[in-house]
């Protein structure tokens, strides 16, 4: 077995005995990397509907918690189609798409900020009775 990314988070997991000398490195790495998915932030200037950058082992914008779209006009982002949630602040001057490739999106409006959840298929938020908490 060699060296794999986690499902979601594509954190390196160490096969059992290697990376001698090496693997404390490794581990700050993976460190740095958690907190990013729990507490970092991606601003991200959109000109054109926008695929989140998403690498195995390295920082990258689908792993931070908390993602500041900016751009003049409606954007469609697309997020990679595994469980994560996100607080995504539209501060675009158009209506944001959050989409995974499939399933439902979720439509932000300008200004505001939601949680949105992918359940590796269909995008959602937050909301009571089919409405959002907007407008509920």
């Known amino acids: 077995m060699t060296d794999s990314p986690s499902s979601r988070l594509r954190l390196r997991v160490q096969e059992t005995g290697a990376n001698t000398n090496t693997w404390g490195a490794l581990l700050n790495v993976a460190l740095q990397l958690v907190d990013d998915a729990v507490a970092g932030v991606a601003s991200i200037t959109l000109t ?11 920082e990258d914008e689908a792993r931070k918690a908390i993602l500041k779209f900016s751009g003049t006009g409606s954007y469609t982002v697309t997020i990679p189609s595994v469980s994560k949630a996100y607080v995504i602040w539209n501060n675009t001057s158009g209506t944001l798409t ?3 490739g499939a399933g439902t999106t979720v439509d932000i409006d300008t200004g505001d900020i939601v949680i949105v959840f ?3 298929v269909n995008v959602k938020t937050l909301g009571y009775g089919g409405l959002s908490l907007k407008a509920y």
């Open 48 to 58: 054109a509907n926008y695929p989140l950058t998403s690498a195995n082992y390295v």
């Open 98 to 100: 959050i989409t995974a």
């Open 118 to 120: 992918c359940d590796a």
